[in-house]
Structures are given as structure tokens and as C-alpha cells.
């Protein structure tokens, strides 16, 4: 089988595609012809080795893919030789084949095609653990959404909805913004063009957001957690403008705020029943209708390292997908 390599920490064009031999599945394990893989900011700076974790060197980058079982284990019972699954495991998507534990597995729902079905996982599994879990989002609050325009951000809109909330949607493009508008957003913030505290004040009567989800970091951080409501939540997602902010912890003080941590990659790890059911509440609002995942391009698996470094520039609107 074909699959990328990461033999060395550094940008993603020096990666390689390498022959391997085809993956064995060993008690519990599934391997999977892979049919699209998803990806993710985390994809970018694992393979720069600047991720919170690190796998050993050498090995294959990408964590979330669809695709149709190949091979099973001893003792796995759930899944068969030519069923369709979605898979979320630490590394490996990128590839023609994948291997991951039947635990990490879930069917594809009936009429979803497979490049949706690799876009769900880490993108609307961070954004609802964010949003419903460690942000406990209530209908009739506001959220704030930075970054609105990738995958998360555009999972977090549709989730903010789904859960009854008003959704204030800041973006660096008019193309972006149009993009959250099209997923649900109630206001739009140009935050390249306007200033954001101005702009979250008059949205907001001067009452501020109650959420604000952050996966952007960089020097949006600050001006967003001066704007927060009494007793908001601003939710920490990660870093794709590269700068971990330096917060004033009076501001949380004087608002009686919180700032709140997501690692979802850990949270499946050491709660993988309260995972389990959060992904069930995905699918069952994937099935009405209030969920619709935007893959904007696809990539052929030769061409990873560009989708990579598109990510990395921040040129991507929602999701884009590897097609192995």
C-alpha cells in the first residue's frame, strides 16, 4: 500500500509517499481500505513536531478517515469485510490503508458519502465537546466564534444553533464570513477590517458574548476576553495563528469569567462513553438536517503536503479531504 511519511519534524514538503506492506490487524483491530481522510490544523504541527504530543519517527500523518473495512481481528465482533466506517486514531489516515481499534470505530450512516463521513469526527467532535460540554452553551446565550470559517469554527456554528444559541461569526474574509452565513451565523465580524471589541459591543448591546470559542489564539485572544459576558466561558481550542496569548488574569476576575481548556483527542481517550454518546447526538442531527459539513476540496494522496500547507496558510473554508 501507498502512504505518506513523516521521516523528520519539519514543513509538511518533506513529506514522502513510501510503499508499505499492507497492514495486519491484530485482537481488536480493524484495518480499513481508506476512501478519504480529513484534514486537520493538528496535522500541520504534528508533523512539524510542534503538537502537544509526539509519535515516534518515522510515521504516517493524518488522524481522521471513512472508508470500508478490509480486514478484522480476532475478537472483533462489531464490523465485517465491506462495511463502511469512520475511524479516529492518533495516526496513519493518510494512507491507502488504516488500522484503529474497534472501539474507535462507528458505521456510516445510510446516504452519507464517505468524504462527509471523514469530515465529522475531530472537527464536530472538538466543537460539541467545546460548545455542550466544557462551554455548557444554553439556548437564548450568544457565542462567540473566532476563526469561524475552518472546520471547527463552521461545526461550532451549526452546533451553537442546534442548541438554540445566537451566533456571532468573525472571520479575515468576506468569502469566509459568507461561508458561516451559508451554516447558519447571526452576525458577521471582518475582523481584518473592523475592530472586534467595537464590533462585539454593538452586536451584543454592550452585554458581550456568554462563549466565546477560540481556536485561533494569536491577538484575537485578548480583545475577545475584554468583550466577555458576566460569568461567559471562553473556550481554549487551540492555536492556528501560531501565538500561545499571554491573558491578564484580571479579566476574568473583573467578569467573573472563565477561561475554559478543549483537548477532544483526550477526552476520547479517558471518557469514551460520554465520547460515544456525544457522537450519537452528532448523528442523530446530521440525520435532521442541522448539521452539514462543507468539504471544499479534495486532494489526491500525492498531493498531501499542498493540502497541508494550505491549512497551514490559512486558505482553507471548512473541511478538505485526502482521496487515497
Known amino acids: 500500500m501507498k502512504a505518506v511519511r513523516c521521516k523528520d519534524w519539519g514543513p509538511p514538503d518533506a513529506l514522502v509517499i513510501e510503499d508499505l506492506p499492507d497492514l495486519v490487524p491484530g485482537p481488536g483491530e480493524v484495518v480499513v481500505e481508506v476512501k478519504a481522510a480529513g484534514v486537520n490544523f493538528p496535522d500541520v504541527l504534528t508533523v512539524q513536531g510542534k503538537y ?23 475478537e472483533v465482533t462489531r464490523f465485517a469485510p465491506g462495511q463502511g466506517v469512520i475511524g479516529f486514531t492518533r495516526t496513519g489516515a493518510f494512507a491507502e490503508q488504516a488500522l484503529a481499534p474497534e472501539a474507535s470505530l ?19 467532535g472538538t466543537s460539541y465537546h467545546a460548545v455542550a460540554d466544557r462551554g455548557a452553551l444554553r439556548a437564548g446565550e450568544t457565542m462567540l466564534v473566532l476563526g469561524a470559517a475552518g472546520g471547527v469554527g463552521l461545526a461550532a456554528i451549526e452546533i451553537g444553533k442546534a442548541l438554540g444559541a445566537r ?14 452565513r451559508e451554516h447558519g451565523a447571526d452576525v458577521l465580524i ?19 458574548p456568554d462563549v466565546i470559542y ?55 481517550r479517558k471518557e469514551p462513553q ?51
Not at 285 to 302: F, H, I, N, Q, T
Request: charged residues 20%.
Open 274 to 324: 460520554a465520547h460515544q454518546a456525544a457522537m450519537r447526538r452528532l448523528m442523530e442531527w446530521m440525520a435532521e438536517g442541522k448539521l452539514r459539513p462543507l468539504v471544499s476540496r479534495r486532494y489526491r494522496l500525492e498531493e498531501t503536503a499542498q493540502a497541508l500547507t494550505d491549512m497551514a496558510n490559512r486558505q482553507v473554508i471548512g473541511k478538505v479531504v485526502i482521496q487515497p
Open 52 to 74: 502537544q504530543w509526539r509519535p515516534d519517527l518515522p510515521f504516517t500523518p493524518g488522524n481522521e478517515f471513512a472508508g470500508v473495512v478490509r480486514a478484522v481481528g480476532p
Open 214 to 268: 477560540d481556536p485561533v489564539g494569536g491577538r484575537y485572544s485578548e480583545p475577545a476576553l475584554r468583550s466577555i459576558a458576566w460569568r461567559g466561558r471562553h473556550l481554549v481550542v487551540g492555536f492556528a495563528a501560531g501565538e500561545i496569548p499571554r491573558l491578564p488574569w484580571n479579566l476574568m476576575l473583573l467578569k467573573g469569567a472563565s477561561v475554559v481548556g478543549v483537548f477532544w483527542g483526550d477526552f476520547t
Open 190 to 208: 471582518n475582523y481584518e477590517r473592523e475592530d472586534l471589541r467595537e464590533a462585539l459591543r454593538a452586536a451584543t448591546g454592550g452585554n458581550g
Open 106 to 124: 462507528l458505521a456510516v450512516p445510510d446516504g452519507m458519502d464517505f468524504d462527509t463521513a471523514a469530515a465529522i469526527t475531530l472537527t464536530y
Open 167 to 180: 451566533v456571532i461569526a468573525a472571520a479575515s474574509s468576506d468569502a469566509k464570513l459568507a461561508a458561516c
